[in-house]
């Protein structure tokens, strides 16, 4: 499909209304993460014990109140997802006071994530905190109504009402049916990080944040849960466009985690898949068809033909906001993205010719060019791109 064609118009609104679902998970790679981490222990062995252990640490599951319309019916013998994904900066859980800060209860990270019907394609689109958009009227978990408000920044959905706030404001902004969120605290994504023992990043430069308490070296290296906490975090040293550019590094280690989750030495050692099972399902909130350790495993069955190279991420189109520069907004070029969702197409190359790959992160230094050698234009953008992100190229 060329980048000026329309995609595909989306199927005919379903006559009836679907069960809404909801509850707590993981973070941004949950769906795609989590769910092929089950298929491993599936086929490990110790399942059924397993399983049990787990299911007694999932909570209760948050049905949604949809925004818009019914999901629209689906072709064929599957129907593509929609996952909402969120990070919350809530201090007050158990090992998420990582500052001495108080507070917080936003939510720090907001990833949607789209999942092809053919599941031969995943793309998440990162939506910034510090974007102005209208907040409509919301409903929260306990029922009661929300009041909308004009011109607030995007993360103040999650503050007044929570994650079914959150999903019925992308609803209303993108007309894109949500199946699914997911919410992970500070806590659960340290302990995913040290499950799997680490997972590689590359730093440009060193950090020395005393105000913030982030202390990170430079060069390639295999970050703890502490340490990737920081590094997803920090945008003060190493993204001179910052939160912009600490996406794009919150992009590039999903992209490094879920990398390394399905490589032989994860998945072949089912203790480390155990505990990273634990360490989500511990820590995450997700909705109420997703509250058991089996609705996971049936939904990673269906991932078994997703490659990293058709895992990417990218950020939803932005400008400088008008009336502040330190505040953005969403270009034109975002609706033409959720209608691309919405009809479950490509990303296409204006989206994807940005993006980060799950199959090649940018996790470690790009080699020194061979001596002689002129990069061309759209390299050396890709360079200077990456140094504006705070990250090695």
Same mark, same amino acid.
């Given at each position: 499909?060329?980048?000026?064609?329309?995609?595909?118009?989306?199927?005919?609104?379903?006559?009836?209304?679907?069960?809404?679902?909801?509850?707590?998970?993981?973070?941004?790679?949950?769906?795609?993460?989590?769910?092929?981490?089950?298929? +491993?222990?599936?086929?490990?062995?110790?399942?059924?014990?397993?399983?049990?252990?787990?299911?007694?640490?999932?909570?209760?599951?948050?049905?949604?109140?949809?925004?818009?319309?019914?999901?629209?019916?689906?072709?064929?013998?599957?129907?593509?997802?929609?996952?909402?994904? @969120?990070?919350?900066?809530?201090?007050?859980?158990?090992?998420?006071?990582?500052?001495?800060?108080?507070?917080?209860?936003?939510?720090?990270?907001? @990833?949607?994530?789209?999942?092809?019907?053919?599941?031969?394609?995943?793309?998440?689109?990162?939506?910034?905190?510090?974007?102005?958009?209208?907040?409509?009227?919301?409903? *929260?978990?306990?029922?009661?109504?929300?009041?909308?408000?004009?011109?607030?920044?995007?993360?103040?959905?999650?503050?007044?009402?929570?994650?079914?706030?959150?999903?019925?404001?992308?609803?209303?902004?993108?007309?894109?049916?949500?199946?699914?969120?997911?919410?992970? *605290?500070?806590?659960?994504?340290?302990?995913?990080?040290?499950?799997?023992?680490?997972?590689?990043?590359?730093?440009?430069?060193?950090?020395?944040?005393?105000?913030?308490?982030?202390?990170?070296?430079?060069?390639?290296?295999?970050?703890?849960?502490?340490?990737?906490?920081?590094?997803?975090?920090?945008?003060?040293?190493?993204?001179?466009?910052?939160?912009?550019?600490? @996406?794009?590094?919150?992009?590039?280690?999903?992209?490094? @985690?879920?990398?390394?989750?399905?490589? +032989?030495?994860?998945?072949?050692?089912?203790?480390?898949?155990?505990?990273?099972?634990?360490?989500?399902?511990?820590?995450?909130?997700?909705?109420?068809?997703?509250?058991?350790?089996?609705?996971?495993? *049936?939904?990673?069955?269906?991932?078994?033909?997703?490659?990293?190279?058709?895992?990417?991420?990218?950020?939803?189109?932005?400008?400088?906001?008008?009336?502040?520069?330190?505040?953005?907004?969403?270009?034109?070029? +975002?609706?033409?993205?959720?209608?691309?969702?919405?009809?479950?197409?490509?990303?296409?190359?204006?989206?994807?010719?940005?993006?980060?790959?799950?199959?090649?992160?940018?996790?470690?230094?790009?080699?020194?060019?061979?001596?002689?050698?002129?990069?061309?234009?759209?390299?050396?953008?890709?360079?200077?791109?990456?140094?504006?992100?705070?990250?090695?190229?």
């Amino acid at each position: 499909m060329a980048d000026d064609e329309q995609p595909p118009a989306a199927p005919a609104p379903a006559t009836q209304s679907l069960r809404t679902r909801r509850r707590r998970l993981s973070p941004v790679l949950t769906v795609i993460l989590v769910t092929q981490l089950v298929v +491993a222990i599936l086929t490990a062995g110790t399942v059924y014990v397993v399983v049990r252990q787990l299911d007694d640490e999932l909570g209760p599951g948050l049905a949604i109140p949809h925004s818009g319309d019914d999901k629209p019916e689906a072709d064929g013998p599957k129907e593509p997802l929609n996952i909402l994904v @969120m990070g919350s900066d809530d201090r007050s859980c158990a090992g998420c006071g990582i500052d001495g800060e108080s507070g917080g209860g936003g939510s720090d990270v907001t @990833m949607l994530l789209h999942v092809s019907a053919d599941r031969q394609e995943a793309y998440g689109v990162s939506l910034p905190r510090d974007a102005i958009v209208d907040r409509p009227d919301c409903v *929260d978990h306990e029922g009661e109504e929300i009041p909308g408000e004009d011109a607030v920044l995007f993360n103040t959905a999650f503050a007044v009402g929570g994650p079914l706030c959150t999903v019925q404001l992308v609803e209303t902004l993108t007309g894109v049916f949500v199946d699914h969120f997911i919410v992970l *605290d500070f806590r659960g994504f340290k302990e995913m990080v040290d499950a799997v023992d680490g997972v590689q990043v590359c730093i440009p430069k060193e950090v020395r944040d005393e105000k913030h308490d982030i202390f990170l070296d430079a060069g390639t290296q295999e970050l703890t849960g502490a340490q990737a906490l920081d590094y997803v975090r920090e945008r003060y040293t190493l993204s001179v466009t910052g939160d912009i550019g600490r @996406m794009k590094r919150q992009q590039a280690f999903v992209a490094s @985690m879920i990398n390394k989750l399905l490589s +032989a030495n994860t998945l072949s050692q089912p203790t480390k898949v155990r505990n990273f099972l634990q360490a989500v399902v511990g820590s995450i909130q997700v909705d109420d068809e997703l509250d058991r350790v089996k609705d996971l495993a *049936d939904l990673a069955m269906q991932f078994r033909e997703t490659g990293l190279s058709d895992i990417k991420f990218i950020t939803v189109p932005i400008e400088d906001y008008a009336l502040d520069a330190n505040r953005l907004q969403w270009t034109a070029d +975002a609706d033409r993205l959720w209608q691309r969702i919405i009809a479950d197409a490509p990303l296409g190359r204006g989206f994807s010719d940005s993006s980060i790959s799950a199959a090649k992160p940018p996790s470690s230094q790009s080699p020194t060019p061979t001596a002689g050698a002129t990069a061309s234009v759209e390299q050396e953008q890709e360079r200077a791109d990456a140094q504006a992100a705070g990250l090695c190229a």
